[in-house]
């Protein structure tokens, strides 16, 4: 394994622990799976217009992001559904584009399946920027993350702009899909941004020891799904969710303490 590679698991590990455990802990996971698989989209329209998919990818989930804003605020709107529509409309979007394209391109297999082992320079300076930018966001804007997600109705009492926050969330959570799919592709990216976070979530005591967790836990599932595929021969990016899995089901076996999910009251938290 080059050093190249190494840097692109931390990188990513950071992502995940930060906004995967704001997925789990808002309960965001079927937001994440219909902006994930929406991507095909854009990812199909990339291969059109021959440009890398971030550029095409990023616009797209700003706008998604706001629609998906607008539908949660909307109650005569059921969000499952809606959430379900937008889904199965980005897929079908990116089929009908892949089939005018006449042209089934590897970029489009990358994002679909993932694939670790084609990451190059560009990938770790877009990885390492947006590790960054969450760690930056998470540190500046802690506590009104914090309230946002343990009780929106209270952050609007006390004054956080809980719409301009959530959009900020969203945005965050598209972008981390954006620059992880092509490590886990389309169709197993769900599982990176969920199992660790949820094994953590019972295995910790405050947020910031959960997103530790959560980024340790990332970055051994990575680590030993490469060499696990590397040693069988068999595909990365399934390896890394089978592994995930596996740690997964060994938690629920094992006995563990009472974490974060048993608290309701903020100051619990706060005062870790």
Not at 12 to 17: A, K, L, N, Y
Not at 166 to 187: D, E, H, Q, R, W
Not at 193 to 205: C, Q
Request: aromatic share 10%; charged share 10%; with cysteine.
């Amino acid at each position: 394994m080059d050093i190249q590679l190494l840097l692109f698991f931390i990188n990513v590990s950071i992502i995940t622990g930060i906004i995967g455990t704001i997925v789990v802990l808002k309960k965001m996971s079927s937001i994440a799976g219909s902006i994930s698989h929406s991507l095909l989209a854009s990812v199909a329209l990339s291969n059109i217009l021959k440009v890398n998919p971030v550029i095409t990818s990023i616009p797209f989930v700003f706008l998604t992001s706001i629609i998906i804003h607008y539908i949660k605020q909307n109650k005569k709107i059921n969000e499952e559904i809606a959430l379900s529509i937008i889904w199965v409309i980005g897929v079908s979007i990116g089929i009908i584009l892949i089939n005018l394209s006449n042209t089934y391109s590897s970029t489009i297999s990358f994002y679909l399946f993932g694939n670790i082992l084609f990451t190059d320079n560009s990938d770790i300076i877009i990885s390492t920027i947006f590790s960054l930018i969450c760690i930056i966001i998470y540190t500046v804007f802690n506590r009104e993350i914090k309230n946002l997600i343990i009780d929106e109705e209270y952050s609007k009492i006390i004054g956080v702009k809980t719409d301009l926050f959530n959009i900020l969330i969203l945005s965050l959570v598209g972008l981390a899909i954006v620059f992880t799919i092509k490590a886990m592709g389309i169709i197993l990216l769900i599982a990176i941004l969920t199992i660790p976070a949820t094994i953590a979530i019972k295995n910790s005591n405050s947020i910031e020891k959960c997103i530790f967790l959560t980024s340790i836990l990332s970055f051994f599932s990575f680590l030993s799904g490469y060499f696990i595929s590397f040693t069988f021969n068999i595909p990365v990016s399934s390896t890394i969710t089978i592994t995930l899995v596996f740690i997964f089901l060994l938690s629920e076996i094992i006995k563990r303490k009472r974490g974060i999910v048993w608290k309701t009251k903020s100051k619990e938290i706060y005062n870790i």
